[in-house]
Every structure is written in structure tokens, then in C-alpha cells.
T-cell receptor
Framework: NAGVMQNPRHLVRRRGQEARLRCSPM?????VYWYRQLPEEGLKFMVY????????ESGMPKERFSAEFPKEGPSILRIQQVVRGDSAAYFCASSPSPSGGAIEQFFGPGTRLTVL | AQSVTQLDSHVSVSEGTPVLLRCNYSSSYSPSLFWYVQHPNKGLQLLLK??????LVKGINGFEAEFKKSETSFHLTKPSAHMSDAAEYFC????????????FGAGTQVVVTP
């Protein structure tokens, strides 16, 4: 059973461009979570999605950021008009049911976004 | 709301000596607590978790952690460090108020010297 897959692993964008980060959850997992890790910091929750639904986006910046998890295909985290402050590692995690208590989130290897 | 504080940003140990990574949490309810490890340029791997069962939790690679409610602590230990333990370690609390949102500590970077 393949783990959580993220691509690309590294992404370089110039200021003002768009960044699209993809996450394929583990087989059988329908719950996806996105986190951002700034240099020298821990992971910060961004958004929690189930298939075709956003459950909690309390950690998402109000502008330029959006996320989706369509019925078919990977979850996408989209950042429009990137700025230097968006440079970070973005991690995706998945779980078979709502995370909490004994339910573990399984993490992907991350996408490292660099904005020039 | 829950939060975690990792008391050391960097820990350096000699190979073969004990490792202690300190974590304190704040929570209104009985929390679920986790330790994750992140090797360079890799994703996070779960070391162990506490979910209100036994207070002494054994994890992978010889790590264990003890939940102490009176001290609101969940320190991670290993009796004998190995070179492969060099990594960043995160203490994490699950928000029991809602769907289980994970709150990460700032991390402890572990260096193991020969």
C-alpha cells in the first residue's frame, strides 16, 4: 500500500505566479489535511477536506489560497500570486476516518515551495 | 484550546547515551498526544501516541514517552541514542474540542555525535 504521495517535491515560482501542489492520500483514505511548515517552525494546520467538501479551513489565509479534494483525483492546494513569504514546506496528511483520538494521520514527504 | 511547548529547540547527545526530549501541554480535557519524527527532507513518521490508556507509551525504534497529568508533561526518552536518531522531533496534541485538529510544537532538533 503506497503511502501519501505529494508532487512536485520541489517547486520554484517567481513572485506573482501560481503554485499548484498535489496530494494523493493513502488508498482507502477519504480525509485529507494540509499543513505549512515555515523555516525553523513546527507544522501549522491549514485545511481539512473530505471528498468534495471542506470541513475546516480555519488555518487558511483568507486571500490567494484555496484547496479542493474532488471526487476523482488528488487533493490540490492552490496558491495564487505567490509572494516570498509563501516559501515553505507544505505537507499533506490523510486518514481513513476523522482524525482524533486513536486515529492517526499519515504524512506525505512534502512539497518545498521556493518563491524567487 | 490545546497547545504544546517543547522546552528545547536543540539537543545534542553522544551515541549510546540516553535521549530526553521535553514536552509540556495545555488542555482543558484529557488530550491525545503524539510524538512525530522528521528526518531531513522527509515526511513525518509517527513514533508513538497516547490516547488515555496506559500512561507509559512504547513506540518504534526504542522510544517511549510517559504521560504525567499532574505535570502536564509528555516527555520522550530513549535509553541509548543511535546515529540514525538524528532528526527533528515534534510533540503534538490533538484538539479534543473538535474533529481532532493537530497542534504541533515548534520541534526539537536532535544531533547525535559519535
Amino acid at each position: 500500500n503506497a503511502g501519501v504521495m505529494q508532487n512536485p517535491r520541489h517547486l520554484v515560482r517567481r513572485r506573482g505566479q501560481e503554485a499548484r501542489l498535489r496530494c494523493s492520500p493513502m488508498k482507502g483514505h477519504s480525509h485529507v489535511y494540509w499543513y505549512r511548515q515555515l523555516p525553523e517552525e513546527g507544522l501549522k494546520f491549514m485545511v481539512y477536506l473530505q471528498k468534495e467538501n471542506i470541513i475546516d479551513e480555519s488555518g487558511m489565509p483568507k486571500e490567494r489560497f484555496s484547496a479542493e479534494f474532488p471526487k476523482e483525483g488528488p487533493s490540490i492546494l492552490r496558491i495564487q500570486q505567490v509572494v516570498r513569504g509563501d516559501s515553505a514546506a507544505y505537507f499533506c496528511a490523510s486518514s481513513p476516518s476523522p482524525s482524533g483520538g486513536a486515529i492517526e494521520q499519515f504524512f506525505g514527504p512534502g512539497t518545498r515551495l521556493t518563491v524567487l | 484550546a490545546q497547545s504544546v511547548t517543547q522546552l528545547d529547540s536543540h539537543v545534542s547527545v553522544s551515541e549510546g547515551t540516553p535521549v530526553l526530549l521535553r514536552c509540556n501541554y495545555s488542555s482543558s480535557y484529557s488530550p491525545s498526544l503524539f510524538w512525530y519524527v522528521q528526518h531531513p527532507n522527509k515526511g513525518l513518521q509517527l513514533l508513538l501516541k497516547y490516547t488515555s490508556a496506559a500512561t507509559l507509551v512504547k513506540g518504534i525504534n526504542g522510544f517511549e514517552a510517559e504521560f504525567k497529568k499532574s505535570e502536564t508533561s509528555f516527555h520522550l526518552t530513549k535509553p541509548s541514542a543511535h546515529m540514525s536518531d538524528a532528526a527533528e522531533y515534534f510533540c503534538v496534541v490533538s484538539d479534543t474540542d473538535s474533529w481532532g485538529k493537530l497542534q504541533f510544537g515548534a520541534g526539537t532538533q536532535v544531533v547525535v555525535t559519535p
